[in-house]
Nanobody, 125 residues
Framework: LMSAAGVWGGLVQAGGALRLSCAAS????????IGWFRQAPGKGREAVSC????????YYADSVKGRFTISSDNAKSTVYLQMNNLKPEDTAVYYC??????????????????WGKGTLVTVSS
């Protein structure tokens, strides 16, 4: 479902900003749970943020709260991740993901079964 089109990583200095976008090949309904995961070097995959439009719920990992903002344009089947005040520990491969089966994003990002191609974000100190 999720496409790599528009997903651009890059090299950013600490304190800088970057926006990731990910387009789905198919329609995203308001019931879908969509979001972003990342995997840092030597670390496991981590849920960064996800959103469910139908119940207006959003989840953010504690490490990114106040710095990252997720948004979606379901008419364009696209999810975005605005990353501000980046830190070196944000360095990771980022993946967009979706769960067409739906679910609230209040407590986390579970059941993702459609994954986009990862893109590397490197934050230098």
């Amino acid at each position: 479902l999720m496409s790599a089109a528009g997903v651009w990583g890059g090299l950013v200095q600490a304190g800088g900003a970057l926006r990731l976008s990910c387009a789905a090949s198919g329609f995203i309904s308001d019931d879908y749970q969509i979001g972003w995961f990342r995997q840092a070097p030597g670390k496991g995959r981590e849920a960064v943020s996800c959103i469910t439009s139908s119940d207006d719920t959003v989840y953010y990992a504690d490490s990114v709260k106040g710095r990252f903002t997720i948004s979606s344009d379901n008419a364009k089947s696209t999810v975005y991740l605005q990353m501000n005040n980046l830190k070196p520990e944000d360095t990771a491969v980022y993946y967009c993901a979706a769960d067409p089966n739906g679910g609230s994003s209040r407590w986390g990002c579970y059941g993702m079964n459609s994954w986009g191609k990862g893109t590397l974000v490197t934050v230098s100190s």
